[in-house]
């Protein structure tokens, strides 16, 4: 299988303009509140991201339970799953800031004590996304080497800050040579694509972003879904990053926002 082999693989889009535009109009309504859940830029005003809006917007709480993604996400674990974690990044027009090389599985075994990588994030594109506005970019196979030893910050200390796992200077990231040697052997591959698209990516696979350059906004939602029995004992951080309840995800009715 495709996910398997490479880590990443581009899921048929479920989504239609009118469930789009709900998402968007949840994200703008959000994105003006002032709240912890809303990240800022280190560097000006522009929001960066959000967090956990499914615990709190209609629309982000139907969405995790679309049966077309929690299908997809308990296909790809094998198990019954939860709700992880919920963002959106968002990447303001000239102003997005990058995600250096990374693998998502450090912050969640490090910080949070998560056992094993048995989760999956489902990324959905709300903006169309093309080679100029950061798009998300991977290393496909680089899921297979399991946990690289990241680098955490010039002592070797951790900040204990969640702030740093979401900013532009991220705590965890692969070290450079070990990036350089990766994409010796393997391109790196953009995940582009209209509004809509789905992406699955698994929690080793080595991927980061660039700054957005562009005039163009590219707003990119990620849900990630874990194994009910991989839900980590306790987390120091807070529950819009990282979600209390792991009792499996109950599907709607149907594939409508
Ligand atoms: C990005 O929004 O470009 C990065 C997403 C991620 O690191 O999961
Ligand atoms: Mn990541």
Known sequence: MEYEESGWYRFPSPFKEAGLKKLRESVDEISRQERPEVVLEKNGNAVRALHGCHLFD???A??????TLVGLAEELIGEPVYVYQFKVNLKQPQEGAAWPWHQDFAFWSKEDGMAAPHAVNIAIFLDDTHEDNGPLQVIPGSHRLGLIEPSVDEQGKRSGDWRNHVAADLEYTVPRP???ALLQR?????????AGTVYAFHPSIVHSSSDNRSMDRRALLLI???AVSNAPAFSPRPEFLVSRDASPVIPLADDVL
């Open 62 to 67: 139907r969405l995790v339970r679309l049966p």
């Open 178 to 180: 070990q990036v350089d």
């Open 58 to 60: 209609d629309t982000c």
């Open 224 to 226: 990630t879904y874990n």
């Open 186 to 194: 393997t391109a790196k591959r953009p995940a582009i694509g209209p």
